[in-house]
């Protein structure tokens, strides 16, 4: 018996959650008293995963699996899960894992939780905790079946090293043919900056900022911060900023250690799809304004005013 983590992967290397959910097996696996087995994708800097108590690593190097494929993914986690005969497997809750893992937990006759925030509270029965309505509450939930997939949330679990011995075990899963009914030509990513996924910290801008011409503020608190830069769905909407950086129920979840609302009030749908993240901070002329309610902290104030003044204050203190 083992625990099984796929660790997601990026252009061959290891994404900031890997290791997250690589301490997350490391943690169950030592409370159901075996061993963490990773199964990484076309990486190429496996032994990093002994660092954070991987035991062993499934290296599959193929060609046809440099690109993401739900289905094809699917089918070779399985393939290991039933090769190290794992009774929990842990992934993470990214957008690519929640629609891999339901296929996963239909292969495996598994049950599925995601969005899980902390360690399994009992494994005798197996009962985790998760997010629940847009991350207003908290679900705890036993899964009865043989085999477990529990998805964690980012920045919930935290990177935990654990330096051990590690293993490097060639796998080559037999993939068939129709797993690749579906296939991707082109992949078009903006590079050179954090993502929102990734990011510990997320700058996010509104239509408090009057135009696009004034964007340049945001990205420059996101560049001294190492953060990266996000907009409200009225702004993406607006063709200020690519759809690819709306946050928001309707857009991309965040659970970053810290958000940085700025000119943006708050609508329901954002801050549902904000709310995951540990501190939130936002700067808004409208003391009225719903996001204050939801804030750790608040400035009232015109960001063409505090903007400026707390990027001065953040590079006097770095440097």
């Known amino acids: ?35 963490a087995i990773a199964i990484s994708f076309n990486v190429q800097d496996d032994e990093r995963l002994g660092e954070y108590g991987i ?16 289905k094809a993914f699917a089918d070779a986690i399985a393939q290991a899960v039933k090769k190290e005969n794992a009774k929990a497997v842990i992934v993470s809750s990214s957008a690519d894992t929640k629609f891999m893992a339901p296929l996963l937990a239909a292969k495996l006759k598994a049950g599925y939780v995601p969005n899980v ?40 679990f935290g990177q935990h090293e654990k330096k051990l011995n590690l293993e490097i075990e060639g ?19 903006v590079v050179g900056k954090a993502t929102i996924a990734d990011a510990d910290i997320v700058v996010s801008g509104g239509r408090g900022l009057k135009g696009p011409e004034n964007w ?13 830069t996000a907009c409200s769905k009225p702004v993406s909407d607006l063709g200020w900023r690519p759809h690819g950086e709306h946050v928001g129920q309707t857009g991309k979840p965040v659970a970053s250690n810290l958000y940085i609302a700025i000119g943006i009030s708050g609508a329901i749908q954002h801050l549902a799809g ?16 719903p996001f204050f309610r939801a804030a750790d902290y ?15 204050k953040l590079k006097d203190f770095k440097a």
């Open 1 to 35: 018996m083992s625990v099984l983590v796929y660790t997601e992967s990026e252009n061959g290397k290891f994404k900031k959650n890997a290791f997250e959910v690589a301490s997350y097996a490391n943690e169950v696996a030592s409370q159901l008293g075996t061993s």
């Open 55 to 70: 035991s062993k690593v499934l290296k599959v190097s193929n060609e046809h699996l440099k690109t993401f494929s739900a």
């Open 117 to 156: 925030v902390s360690a399994p509270e009992n494994v005798d029965p197996f009962t985790v905790k998760r997010t629940a309505f847009s991350n207003k509450g908290f679900a705890h939930t036993q899964i009865n079946t043989d085999i477990k997939i529990v998805g964690v949330s980012n920045n919930a």
């Open 171 to 189: 796998f080559n899963p037999e993939i068939d043919e129709s797993c690749f009914s579906v296939k991707s030509f082109e992949v078009d990513k």
């Open 216 to 228: 340049g503020m945001i990205e420059e608190l996101a560049e001294v911060l190492g953060a990266a």
């Open 274 to 289: 904000v709310s995951a993240s540990k501190t939130k901070v936002v700067i808004n002329t409208d003391p009225e304004a």
């Open 298 to 312: 608040g400035i009232v104030g015109d960001a063409f005013e505090v903007v400026p003044k707390l990027i001065e």
